[in-house]
């Protein structure tokens, strides 16, 4: 009995070794997921007053440019998938992974082939244990994501639609992250980045019922939207990347707090089955010295007698 006390002592203490370190996770998780919110915030009135740019650019001309036509028959799209370096935030990287697959398959039976590009190495691991080819990768920044890794992860994208179809281009980009909806609801979502529909982006910025000015471009429209679309590119993968990084710290903090819950009451149990170990313990002794005495109090009768 003795033994086996001292088994639940070792697992109460290993478990609640466990409960401290989910708990201070926790913590840096909620810290981590303000401030992830706060960039989401500071970066969303660029990303209008780039659109609304771009809108009327786009609007304003009857420039036919590459990243703002969409090709009579695409064959080729790149798919970025966002997901995070690091674990311990329940089903984030599988719900992204899981979307982006969703939207591989449907890409590949309209008949285009699928690139993928992947942030995250999570995302990255998913695919190479499947020997599944990825076109580029980029890692090490996903907790705290800045303007410059999201130049960096569009840069190759750019250029990939940037070229003909035929020289390795792509005709189409689709963007696969996780919206921060709250601190309980994240969503992983699929989006078209380009090529562009003008529409689309004027009812997302709520220009589409404003009549916009009429502009001259110089030293033309085309040269403008070179500028101005890759700039948009990159705005609207720098907010993925923070929504992303604030769904994850948001769904690690879920994660750990059910922990910490989990090893709270696997404490409490396992101290009632050491309490009730002990009682029985204690129960046997005061037995085996009653049932002594009893016997010795016998044998002092008989030798009397």
């Known amino acids: ?9 070792r697992r109460i203490r290993s478990v609640t070794a466990t409960k401290k ?10 810290s981590r997921v303000v401030k992830a919110q706060r960039k989401v915030a500071a970066s969303t009135p660029y990303a209008q007053e780039l659109t609304r740019a771009v809108t009327a650019v786009g609007t304003g001309s009857n420039t036919k440019h590459p990243l703002t036509t969409e090709a009579e028959n695409p064959t080729r799209a790149a798919v970025l998938l966002l997901t ?6 329940g089903a984030f990287n599988s719900n992204a992974i899981k979307a982006a697959e969703q939207l591989t398959e449907r890409l590949e039976r309209e008949g285009r082939q699928v690139d993928t590009y992947i942030v995250g190495r999570r995302g990255l691991a998913h695919y190479n244990f499947r020997e599944r080819k990825v076109a580029e990768s980029f890692t090490g920044f996903t907790d705290e994501p800045s303007y410059a890794d999201a130049k960096q992860v569009a840069a190759p994208l750019i250029e990939a639609i940037e070229k003909d179809t035929a020289d390795g281009g792509v005709d189409e980009l689709h963007i696969v992250y996780t919206e921060f909806v709250s601190m309980m609801t994240q969503t992983a979502v699929d989006s078209r980045l380009l090529p562009l529909s003008l529409d689309e982006v004027a009812e997302e910025s709520g220009t589409k019922d404003e009549i916009l ?4 471009f110089e ?14 590119v990159e705005s609207r993968i720098y907010n993925a990347l923070l929504q992303s990084a604030a769904s994850k710290h948001a769904a690690t903090r879920r994660a750990m707090k059910s922990a910490t819950d989990n090893a709270g009451e696997l ?11 002990r009682q029985a313990e204690i129960t046997q002794e ?20």
Do not use: C, F, H, W
């Open 84 to 89: 995070s370096d690091r674990g311990l935030a």
């Open 267 to 277: 404490i409490n149990t396992l101290s009632r089955l050491a309490n009730a170990a």
């Open 219 to 232: 030293p033309s429209a085309e040269d403008v939207l070179d500028a101005l679309l890759p700039r948009y």
């Open 286 to 305: 005061i037995s085996e010295i009653v049932g002594g005495a009893s016997a010795l109090a016998d044998a002092t009768a008989g030798s009397d007698n």
């Open 21 to 30: 370190i989910t708990k201070a996770m926790e913590m840096i998780a909620a």
């Open 213 to 216: 000015p009429l502009y001259d």
């Open 1 to 9: 009995m003795g033994a086996q006390l001292r088994v639940y002592k």
